[in-house]
């Protein structure tokens, strides 16, 4: 199963928005409504912040949104703020022999 | 509160073997699946291995299919991965994460490390 596709990394200033996206094939991103996307800081676990496409776990702020078209999905954050600054991961279902495929990661650099 | 804390990496020769293990506590442990993730040295996350909760049920990613075991024992709330014949690409950070039935995981123990290395 090969890993998603994300960006590198991405860099917006205080206050805007920024887009990650996240392609995989029909296989997994397009097959099902199973994206997830988390949040890492260097030496720190993950964080889930989007599940099932668009849904956010109690306690992430409404800043962060999901969406899916086709193979493609996006975590979209707005009102950017400093301690956005991380790693963003994409992940999805991929069938009941492969389960779980991950993106490469995206930086998010707020300027 | 859920807790996961990994244990059980180290330094270990190439073709050797190492156990982690992952106790839980904070939820009914039996109801879920688990899995574990790892993270190389400067790269990003890899799928490891699922295992559902009553333990009938196992897969793996294809490098690791043959090498490496998943359990776990609902009984002492703990998750196990048995690698063996490891190899330097399984340097890594191995994280055992709490699956939301296909939603994601949505809890992370805070990782051990393992290092392949002679």
């Known amino acids: 199963q090969s890993a998603l596709t994300q960006p590198r990394s991405v860099s917006g200033s205080p206050g805007q928005s920024v887009t990650i996206s996240c392609t995989g094939t029909?296989?997994?991103?397009?097959?099902?409504?199973?994206v997830s996307w988390y949040q890492q800081y260097p030496g720190k676990a993950p964080k889930l912040i989007i599940y099932?496409?668009?849904q956010r776990p109690s306690g992430v702020p409404d800043r962060f949104s999901g969406s899916k078209s086709g193979n493609t999905a996006s975590l979209t954050i707005s009102g950017l703020q400093a301690d956005d600054e991380a790693d963003y991961y994409c992940?999805?279902?991929?069938?009941?022999?492969?389960?779980?495929?991950f993106g490469g990661g995206t930086k998010l650099t707020v300027l | 509160e859920v807790q996961l804390v990994e244990s059980g990496g180290g330094l270990v020769q190439p073709g050797g073997s190492l156990r982690l293990s992952c106790g839980v506590s904070?939820?009914?442990?039996?109801?879920?699946?688990m899995n574990w993730v790892r993270q190389a040295p400067g790269k990003g996350l890899e799928w490891v291995s699922y295992?559902?909760?009553?333990?009938?049920?196992?897969d793996y990613e294809d490098s690791v299919k043959g090498r490496f075991t998943v359990s776990r024992d609902n009984a002492k709330n703990s998750l196990y991965l048995q690698m063996n014949s490891l190899r330097a690409e399984d340097t890594a950070v191995y994280y055992c994460?709490?699956?939301?039935?296909?939603?994601?995981?949505?809890?992370w123990g805070q990782g051990t490390l393992v290092t392949v290395s002679s």
């Open positions: 992940c999805s279902h991929a069938g009941y022999n492969s389960h779980w495929v």
């Open positions: 904070g939820f009914t442990f039996s109801s879920y699946e």
């Open positions: 099932d496409v668009s």
């Open positions: 994460a709490r699956e939301r039935q296909t939603s994601g995981f949505d809890n």
């Open positions: 295992i559902n909760g009553i333990g009938s049920n196992m």
């Open positions: 029909s296989s997994d991103v397009g097959g099902y409504n199973y």
